[in-house]
């Protein structure tokens, strides 16, 4: 892998990393929820899904 598709790794990684903290996820811990599923819920794992996302395409285009 070159240096620059992992330093863009580590930089998604520090993102989701401060994203994630307390104060961050504190915003979707309202009241209410989507079919069901907390606020909460939905934007953790939304985030998760798009940190996957990026960083598919960020190799998928190293290996291109």
Do not use: C, D, T
Not at 30 to 56: D, Q, T
Request: hydrophobic letters at 60%; a positive charge.
């Amino acid at each position: 892998m070159k240096k620059r598709h992992a330093q863009k790794l580590v930089v998604l990684a520090l993102i989701i990393a401060l994203l994630l903290n307390v104060p961050l996820i504190l915003i979707y811990n309202k009241e209410g929820a989507v079919f069901g599923i907390p606020y909460l819920f939905i934007g953790i794992f939304s985030l998760w899904i798009v940190s996957i996302v990026v960083s598919f395409v960020i190799i998928k285009r190293h290996y291109e």
